[in-house]
């Protein structure tokens, strides 16, 4: 046996379900809204409470099943199991959780996803010769590097 052997022990990378994970609804009434975990029921479902500033994005206290919902990398730090709606909205509000949920690349992505999912068909059109245009440019900047590339050897 290895005597003072050096092992190195490192903490997983998952998200793990824990009290003060910030979660995002993915079925049901409050689908694409943000809550904390409170508490931890069992294997299967968690306590969790949603104190948004914002309209139409709070999520009252309530059982939620895990498979409803995703795990974000947010955490409230330190929070108090079974800490009550307004111990839940101090620490929200300190942690600043919506505007780090705001500036992350998916709430970006999930927004800009709705956002191209509610175009018209004539809002596509002009996106689609807003490419078309773009692409052009690109195109003639590349021929004329290589036109200028080409008469200088």
Same mark, same amino acid.
């Given at each position: 046996?290895?005597? &003072?052997?050096? *092992?190195? *022990?490192?903490?997983?990378?998952? @998200? +793990? #379900?824990? #009290?003060?994970?910030?979660?995002? =609804?993915?079925?049901?009434?409050?689908?694409?809204?943000?809550?904390?975990?409170?508490?931890? *029921?069992?294997? /299967?479902?968690?306590?969790?409470?949603?104190?948004? /500033? %914002?309209? &139409?994005?709070? #999520? !009252?206290?309530?059982?939620?099943?895990?498979?409803? +919902?995703?795990?974000?990398?947010?955490? *409230?730090? %330190?929070? !108090?199991?079974?800490?009550?709606?307004?111990?839940?909205?101090?620490?929200?509000?300190?942690?600043?959780?919506?505007?780090?949920?705001?500036? $992350?690349?998916?709430? %970006?992505?999930?927004?800009?996803?709705?956002?191209?999912?509610?175009? $018209?068909? =004539?809002?596509? =059109?002009?996106?689609? @010769?807003?490419?078309?245009?773009?692409? =052009?440019?690109?195109? %003639?900047?590349?021929? &004329?590097?290589?036109? $200028?590339?080409?008469?200088? $050897?």
């Amino acid at each position: 046996m290895a005597e &003072n052997a050096d *092992i190195e *022990i490192k903490a997983s990378q998952w @998200r +793990l #379900v824990e #009290v003060g994970r910030v979660v995002l =609804f993915t079925h049901g009434q409050y689908t694409g809204r943000l809550a904390a975990i409170v508490e931890i *029921i069992d294997h /299967k479902r968690a306590l969790v409470d949603g104190p948004s /500033k %914002k309209e &139409n994005a709070a #999520v !009252p206290r309530q059982s939620v099943a895990l498979n409803n +919902l995703i795990i974000t990398p947010i955490v *409230i730090e %330190k929070l !108090p199991r079974a800490a009550g709606r307004g111990a839940v909205a101090r620490a929200w509000e300190k942690r600043e959780v919506e505007k780090k949920w705001d500036e $992350s690349a998916w709430a %970006k992505r999930r927004e800009q996803r709705e956002k191209r999912r509610n175009l $018209s068909d =004539f809002d596509r =059109f002009k996106v689609l @010769r807003l490419k078309k245009q773009a692409r =052009f440019e690109v195109r %003639k900047a590349h021929a &004329n590097v290589r036109a $200028s590339a080409k008469s200088s $050897s």
